[in-house]
């Protein structure tokens, strides 16, 4: 049976700066709400073209700009959904946790393993090595983050009581990251393509899963940049 889902990165938001985004919970910035706008309504012209709809039930990451962009879609989109539309959070459509250090600058969290005698130093550039997990409480990889949301993922795949049809779209709004890493875990992307890859703000990867394979119906992935907005 095909499943279809759209994998949607958040929106621009108001990041500290140096620092990871994991649990940062602040809103869209009004330049971030403009450009999901525009996301949304480029895929709904390519909605109506295509005669897909979309699945009532809107999967978001916990945080707030995930939900943001995620109502922002039901509010562009009202018209494609086979229901009446809700937007769901799930907490494991997160980005990558760093545990309790979370928000704090990247330079602070490098002090206090340097200060902490059970840790070694972190190593160059663990912000984005897909293996490193920093050694405090409730902190993950990139990799394990990724698997979270890809189990999330395989869930829906295989839920029984999923009613929708096989011309319906399930939304899933999460982080670029976690999605990405995820997207390996799917065997959508190579490992080497994760640090190759990004995503568009706002902007749909729509996946058709048939058995083990996986066919990009919309959507594009960026091309990472070395200046790119972390994710």
């Not at 869209?28 to 709809?53: K, P």
């Not at 869930?155 to 990251?177: F, P, Y």
Request: proline fraction near 4%; include cysteine; charge should be negative.
């Amino acid at each position: 049976m095909s499943k279809v889902c759209a994998l949607i990165r958040h929106g621009a938001y108001h990041q500290l700066k140096n620092t990871p985004s994991a649990m940062q919970p602040f809103a869209l910035t009004l330049e971030g709400e403009h450009e999901v706008r525009r996301q949304a309504r480029l895929f709904g012209e390519w909605l109506s073209e295509s005669g897909y709809t979309l699945d009532s039930v809107v999967d978001a990451s916990s945080l707030l700009r995930a939900w943001q962009t995620a109502h922002i879609y039901v509010e562009e989109l009202g018209q494609f959904f086979n229901n009446t539309p809700q937007v769901v959070c799930h907490s494991e459509l997160c980005e990558r946790s760093v545990g309790a250090v979370a928000n704090l600058p990247l330079e602070e969290i490098e002090r206090i393993l340097e200060l902490d005698p059970r840790f070694n130093v972190a190593p160059k550039g663990w912000k984005s090595d897909s293996h490193y997990c920093l050694p405090f409480d409730g902190a993950e990889s990139l990799l394990q983050a990724g698997q979270r949301v890809a189990n999330h993922i395989m869930a829906w795949q295989t839920d029984e009581t999923e009613k929708s049809s096989n011309r319906s779209i399930k939304l899933i709004v999460g982080h670029g990251a976690s999605i990405r890493h995820a997207s390996f875990h799917l065997n959508v992307i190579k490992f080497c393509d994760i640090k190759r890859l990004s995503m568009h703000y706002g902007h749909p990867v729509v996946l058709d899963f048939v058995g083990d394979k996986v066919t990009q119906l919309f959507g594009d992935w960026k091309q990472r940049q070395t200046h790119d907005v972390p994710d």
